[in-house]
């Protein structure tokens, strides 16, 4: 019990739970720093070998295709929401592999996937459909013209997590549940916006 409340187990679930909400942003871009950082060994994020690829060259490239391509798409009309489509699965499925990633090997391996699931899965997942359910808004509203504000926002949000989940990662995580608290009350309003449009 001791072992699972030490900082050596602390801190990888601190600095898992704010890339998982950066992912739920941007799928790939946190993914891609991670993959970076690992590799250019500017920090040691203790991944186990079963995930050492993530900081090969060819991953940290793909990823940054990726990264890049996702970060340009959201700045398209049309497509932007083509890909909010497929975000939101996306987003859940990255926010469960990057919280695996990072968690510690002291961790029993049914129990580590349970909690990536749930709270990378989870998280994620649900910032992740609240962008989306912003973005449609803006789209009915605006015709398409503040997705622009979204995006960046998004993106902004994205980078800031990141860095602050692995420099600073217990401010991060109280900034993380500010986030989905403000992330409850904006999916609850737009929903119902959402809704009254549609019925007028």
Sequence with gaps: MNELLSTNFLLPILIGIGL??????RIFLPLFIVSLLTD????????????????????????GLLAAVEIVVYYIPIL????????VPLAAIA????????LPEVINEYLSWVLAIVIGGGVS???????TAARDVSTITTRGEGNFVISTVETLC???LIFMSIYLPVLCFF?????LYSCYYAYSHVSKRKNNILLH
């Design 20 to 25: 998982v909400a950066a992912t739920g942003f």
């Design 40 to 63: 250019s060994g500017s920090i040691d994020l203790n991944i186990s070998d079963n995930w050492s690829w993530i900081g090969t060259d060819t991953t940290m490239m793909i990823l």
């Design 80 to 87: 932007d929401n083509f890909l909010d489509k497929l975000s």
């Design 95 to 102: 926010g469960i592999f990057i919280f695996k990633i990072v």
């Design 125 to 131: 997942f649900f910032i992740s459909a609240t962008m």
């Design 158 to 160: 994205s980078v800031i």
């Design 175 to 179: 900034f993380v549940l500010f986030i």
